[in-house]
Structure formats: structure tokens, C-alpha cells
């Protein structure tokens, strides 16, 4: 299956960032509830780059929808995302 360029743009421009990166990106998004197909291309590409690198995501994810209602940090020692606070 074809993925749409947009989420393709996305991909990429994920794959050249660090992971202190990754969850900044993460972070400007919490708290925000609009929502267009762009945002949706956006986020898919974000969570699928976590997942790709071998992070856990699953304080955020659970397969189908992605919570931004906390920011979150990069724990290195478990290789996972956790919420701040």
C-alpha cells in the first residue's frame, strides 16, 4: 500500500531528527484538539518513527489512538516514552 506524501513528508523529516527532537515535536501537540488530515499524517509519521527507532509508546499509543493530553519524556534506561507529571 502507497503511503499519501504527506505522510511521507513527514516520515522523512522525522527520520533525520534526534530523539530529544522526536518529543518536542510530541509535546508542542499536547493539549491541542483540533484536528485536520494533515495533523493526522503528522502524528501517524511521529508514532510509526518512535516505533521504527524500538521506543515504546505504549504510555501514548495503543495501537489505534494517540494521547496528547500529557507531555512526555524519553526514558533511555527503559527505551520508552513516559508522561511528565
Known amino acids: 500500500m502507497q503511503q499519501h506524501i504527506y505522510y ?44 521504527r527507532r524500538g521506543i515504546d509508546v505504549s504510555a501514548i499509543y495503543d495501537g489505534k489512538t494517540i494521547s496528547f493530553a500529557r507531555p512526555v519524556r524519553y526514558d533511555i534506561a527503559d527505551n520508552r516514552l513516559a508522561p511528565i507529571g
Open 8 to 51: 511521507t513528508k513527514y516520515a522523512l523529516q522525522f527520520a533525520d531528527m534526534q530523539i530529544p527532537e522526536l518529543v518536542t515535536v510530541f509535546n508542542r501537540q499536547v493539549g491541542n484538539t483540533s484536528w485536520t488530515g494533515m495533523r493526522s499524517y503528522h502524528d501517524q509519521a511521529l508514532i510509526d518513527e518512535f516505533q
